[in-house]
């Protein structure tokens, strides 16, 4: 029985052919006996002062590629928000350094991203960390570039909703879907369906939904939360989840499916 809004977080999907590979980072310490005390050295982490990352560089295009103004209200969500970073030369970087990330005024992040930085010739030089709803991202620095002092650049791209309200939009709308990349990497897509925001009683549910050319389900991707969704267009959880029940048509390979 679904007696609250519930929001489910779905069908990561996965690109044929693409697999993720995890690195693994092992810490060896050595203590030499040898008569000296030797008192541990600890670098300061420091925020750096780059360029491109402010709210007012950022780019913002719709689904079509067009660009956006930061002035302009935005009632929709799969916009697309850019930055092209850069660090002044001779700056020096080491692992644990940071950089903050604006993000426009008029866009919103829904969920939180986590998700590799990459320099202009596609090598993984730190992490992005977005929190859901949150004005600013904090990029955290690996020691890739500590020897390099010259033409370190690259761009950030993040997936974001309008953060203004349409009044021309329905109010009595009972079921919404979104997605956006898990990475730059583009081999997962989350899916989230929003159900029942005015927590009537629907009984037993089932949900029926096409993923896209090349995409296939990942097993036991699915969550499904309960909460409450404001006048501002804000998802709450309750703390509360259901159990869902996923199948797939698995007579022709298609690639419906089916969530009960």
Known sequence: ???????????????RGIYEIKNILVNILVTVACGVSLLPITAQADTLSAKGIDKDSAIITDGQGKVQSHTTDLT???????WHWSIPD???????????????DNVMI??????????????????ANFAANSPTGTVTFNNELADKTLNRKGEIY????????????????????????????????????ALNPAQDHLGHVTLTDTLGAHQSYIPGSVQAQTGTWDD???????????????SQNQIDQSNLIWLT
């Open 90 to 104: 001779q700056v020096k970087i080491k692992s644990g350094d940071t950089m903050q990330v604006e993000v426009p």
């Open 110 to 127: 829904p969920h939180a991203l986590t998700f590799d930085i990459l320099n202009s010739t596609g090598t993984v030089v730190g992490q």
């Open 1 to 15: 029985m679904f007696t609250n809004f519930h929001r489910f977080d779905i069908l990561t999907a996965k690109a």
């Open 76 to 82: 929709e969500s799969g916009y697309h928000v850019s």
């Open 158 to 193: 993040i997936y974001a909703s309008g953060k203004a309200i349409d009044d021309q939009l329905p109010s009595d709308w009972l079921i919404n879907k979104s997605g956006w990349w898990e990475s730059e990497q583009h081999n997962k897509i989350n899916w989230n369906i």
């Open 232 to 246: 501002q267009g804000q998802f709450t959880p309750d703390g509360g989840t259901l159990d869902v029940t996923v």
